[in-house]
């Protein structure tokens, strides 16, 4: 079946350093994408969204790439701080039917901070 | 803002007991999400309510699992009897409106952590 997932399971950054991580989808009608963080204990927290009529978004020290060739999107954070610990999701948001849809979630990448 | 409210926060329980799980959504929040995160791996739907109706309850396992919304708002989510595999994270999310034409944000709860022994 089609399927949006992540590359990593974890990655391991020095503070002040940037990070990238990395999603691959399978589907090329796919046309929304979404980044989702989540912290331990707590539920997922949207950061940033993208459609497929970009190709590059920026938020406040985030931005997310996507790349519609090689069907791959990537979440970039810059100058990492250790309250960016988490799991990090991308996810797609499928209209199924006139009244049905679905949030495929990746199964995320682990961003560990150290000092 | 309130954010989603989900109890408890954590629940231990003996394989073929029962339980129920418990979210208030955001005020004025008409669809709810009920959703399953086992371990290591991202949330995956159970069901979906647009104010007291449940749309969308295909990935539900109904031979044990039931919700509610009665009067649409609040939100339980029945497991009985338990089984091993039940123990995961329980997530609530809710959003303004379900639309086929875009994308309206979900915002999660903390959700409920089910241990099964």
């Known amino acids: 079946g089609e399927s949006v997932g992540l590359h990593l399971p974890t990655l391991s950054v020095q503070e002040g350093d940037n990070s990238i991580i990395n999603c691959a989808y399978s589907n090329s009608a796919s046309d929304y994408f979404i980044w989702y963080k989540q912290e331990s204990g707590k539920g997922p927290q949207f950061i940033i969204d993208?459609?497929?009529?970009?190709d590059k978004r920026q938020g406040q020290r985030v931005t997310v790439l996507l790349n519609k060739t090689v069907k791959h999107l990537s979440l970039q954070i810059a100058a990492t701080q250790p309250g960016d610990s988490a799991v990090y999701f991308c996810?797609?948001?499928?209209?199924?039917?006139?009244?049905?849809?679905?949030?495929?979630f990746g199964t995320g990448t682990r961003l560990q901070v150290f000092p | 803002e309130a954010g989603v409210v989900q109890s408890p926060r954590y629940k231990i329980i003996e394989k073929k007991q029962p339980v129920a799980f418990w979210c208030n959504p955001i005020s004025g929040h008409n669809t709810l999400y009920w959703y399953r995160q086992n371990l290591g791996q991202g949330p995956e739907l159970l069901i979906r309510?647009?104010?007291?109706?449940?749309?969308?309850d295909s990935q539900l396992p109904k031979d044990r699992f039931s919700a509610e919304r009665l009067k649409g708002v609040d939100s339980t989510l029945k497991i009985q009897p338990a089984e091993l595999g039940d123990s995961a994270v329980y997530l609530c999310?809710?959003?303004?409106?379900?639309?086929?034409?875009?994308?309206?944000?979900?915002?999660f709860g903390p959700g409920t952590r089910l241990t099964v022994l």
């Open positions: 996810a797609e948001p499928r209209i199924l039917s006139y009244n049905t849809d679905k949030l495929i």
């Open positions: 999310a809710s959003s303004l409106d379900f639309s086929a034409s875009s994308y309206n944000e979900q915002f």
């Open positions: 309510y647009e104010n007291e109706e449940a749309v969308d």
């Open positions: 993208i459609r497929s009529n970009m």
